[in-house]
């Protein structure tokens, strides 16, 4: 099943409002109703989540993930630049290449670094390192890092095995806005712990109504400005 009430949002991706990188995660369903929910999310300038679309399935399978991307597919289209995010699932990279096969596709690099965290715990007492290899700008700032990371854990050899224009920015191709990680999917994931354990229709209700009133809040807080409207960062410009 793929939910797509989610219309404005979609219309807004569409209007290219939002930074063109999808955001997307698998979930499990809890209680008596099993399965998988797929979320994928955006993110605006004021680095605000954004859900696109939501959609359930029996299992997190190939056939279930190429489902999912040809209902989002035909929702959002075909768009220059179109970045998706998601961990190292094999189903979600089969499903991205052969419904979006010219879009980028990026691996959260939390996730890789959970990955390497199972096999070699020393990388948390090094995190600083690896999360400089991943934000590197250049590649000789990436080399000189990832040189660094190779001797103080062993375990991050793992990094070898998978390209680095999947995960690190000096290397992607495409524009990732500085988006590093699936944090903000998580989060409603994280957030909708209780919906997912009731039936499925409860659960599709619990974003929609939580969407309303998410929206409202934020067009209520919009109301109090009558005037020019600062950006949080050019506020910080001029306090500072």
Not at 26 to 45: N, R, S
Not at 178 to 207: C, D, P, Q, W
């Amino acid at each position: 099943m793929f939910l797509n009430h989610l219309i404005l949002q979609i219309q807004t991706f569409r209007s290219q409002l939002l930074r063109k990188v999808l955001i997307i995660d698998g979930a499990h369903l809890k209680g008596d109703y099993l399965g998988t929910m797929f979320l994928a999310v955006a993110m605006d300038a004021n680095n605000q989540v954004v859900p696109i679309a939501i959609g359930v399935a029996k299992s997190e399978s190939g056939e279930s993930c190429t489902y999912f991307f040809e209902m989002l597919r035909r929702c959002i289209g075909e768009m220059e630049g179109l970045v998706f995010m998601t961990d190292r699932s094999g189903a979600l990279r089969q499903a991205i290449n052969t419904v979006y096969p010219t879009t980028h596709h990026t691996y959260c690099c939390r996730h890789l670094y959970m990955n390497i965290k199972a096999k070699d715990a020393s990388v948390e007492y090094n995190k600083t390192i690896f999360w400089k290899t991943c934000k590197a700008y250049t590649a000789y700032e990436f080399d000189l890092n990832m040189s660094a990371l190779r001797a103080a854990v062993p375990g991050a050899v793992l990094l070898d095995k998978v390209n680095p224009k999947r995960w690190s920015r000096a290397h992607f191709p495409g524009v990732r806005y500085n988006i590093m990680t699936s944090n903000s999917v998580e989060s409603m994931n994280a957030h909708s712990h209780f919906a997912r354990k009731g039936a499925i229709v409860g659960l599709m209700e619990y974003f929609r109504a939580y969407q309303q009133e998410w929206y409202s809040k934020r067009r209520d807080l919009a109301g109090y400005y009558s005037d020019t409207f600062l950006f949080k960062v050019l506020s910080n410009e001029i306090t500072t």
